[in-house]
């Protein structure tokens, strides 16, 4: 990192001029990140005016009770009060794929641990050769936010190992000296720090004449030079990503005092916890949390494992990496650090992350074994924002009297969780005990597709679920 500040001013030219308007990020802000009513505003400035308060909860009631997530066909049978509604969200799902919205998904809901719904739908891709099975891993994208950074967060907090209050600076000694450096935690968790919505990273990194990634910043075999992978066969010069992070450092900040949704938040969350922890993000969420709790098919970059084609693909990048995307990660800057970030990289399956879920429905608690305290649970998964819908790292439903915002209408006010650009979301109730946990593949082929939006699959979806279970307000 001692090379980041030097290479400041060496970018400044570069930054002062690129306008980072380009294909990819575009689709992203009019895709998972519009429609505020059916999604969360990523990307876009909130209103200045305070939204009207929220119902009062009674937090006093809730993360009290500690299940197993567990598959009883009798307990199932007893909670469906409504059957005819998951006859309807089935018909609804595979309408969806019909229209091409994504070629395949997986739904899981749980109520008070007991699993009511488990299925998968699809295929890989559009040519049905390869159905989804229940152990199909996903690019799950933005809910890398939840359920890697922000637990790690959450622990260190619980550790008095970092402080909501405190700056970057405090942790990180490199953003010493630059306009970063008094950004606070608290606002980095709620994305009101000002930082920029998105930087385009990869931009600088093709050829402006062919467009083609540079030949003196990639290599197709690694050797000691190139030896950062971004996809199969295709890596990255080995200190790049000090330029990364000097783009960061560099970029301004222009939304001070308002909320707008970035990725730089919690990008800049994972070195403080790795400057903290003394290790790398993906290897102390795997320590702390998805090993005790017994999750197999959780992990960033999962071609290590030899899990490759036990991913579902995701986009054929026709700009960047000009292949196919299977096992590595689909987010291009999350991909240029190599696979591992704090906003995106892990893939995983529906159950795994339901049990994350349900591990935070019991105040923390999981299998015996207390992973978080209840009272950082609370404060974090509450809305923690006078501009916005936030909590510390988790999105919400909006404040507004049956407005779910990116969460079905239906949902209680507690709620907390995420939805991811790739096409997923994962949902926690405390008020109903509703787990939801929704994965698709909505960029194979090509992120243009905007239909999950446009037909607001994943909130329906979790809409006949609550009506299902007789839960609907």
Known sequence: MKKIVLLIFALMPLLATNSFAQKKKSTKAKTTKSAAAKKKPSKKIAAASKPAPPPPVDYSTLFNKVYLLHKDKDAKAALLKNPEAISSMEQFIQSAISQRTFPGCQVMAVKNGKVIYDKSFGSYNYDKLKPISDTSMFDVASVTKIVSTTLAVMKLVDEGKISLNGTLAGYLSWVKNTDKANLRISDLLTHQAGLKSWIPFYKATL???????????????????????????????????????????????????????????????????????????????????????????????????????????????????????????????????????????????????AVIMQMLLNGGEYRGRKFIRKETVKLFTGYRSGISRRGYGFDKPEKKHNDGGPAASVCGKSTFGHQGFTGTCAWADPETGIVFVFLSNRVNPSADNSLINSLSVRTKVQDYIYKALGDGR
């Not at 102390?284 to 970059?301: A, D, S």
């Open 207 to 353: 050829d402006p004449v062919t467009g083609s990634p540079r030949n003196d910043i990639y290599a197709m075999r690694a050797d000691k030079i190139y030896s950062v992978p971004v996809a199969s066969n295709f890596f990255i010069k080995n200190t790049y990503e000090d330029t990364l992070w000097a783009t960061a450092l560099a970029s301004p900040l222009e939304n001070r005092g308002r909320y707008v949704y970035s990725d730089l938040d919690l990008m800049f969350m994972q070195k403080v916890v790795e400057a903290v922890t003394g290790t790398t993000l993906d290897k102390y969420v795997n320590e702390h949390f998805y090993q005790p709790l017994g999750l197999k098919h959780t992990m960033f970059n999962p071609w290590k494992n030899g899990l490759q084609k036990q991913c579902v693909p995701t986009e054929n990048d026709k700009i960047f990496r000009l292949q196919l995307l299977q096992g590595y990660v689909h987010d291009p800057g999350a991909a240029m650090m190599g696979g591992v970030a704090g906003h995106a990289g892990i893939f995983s399956t529906a159950e795994d992350i």
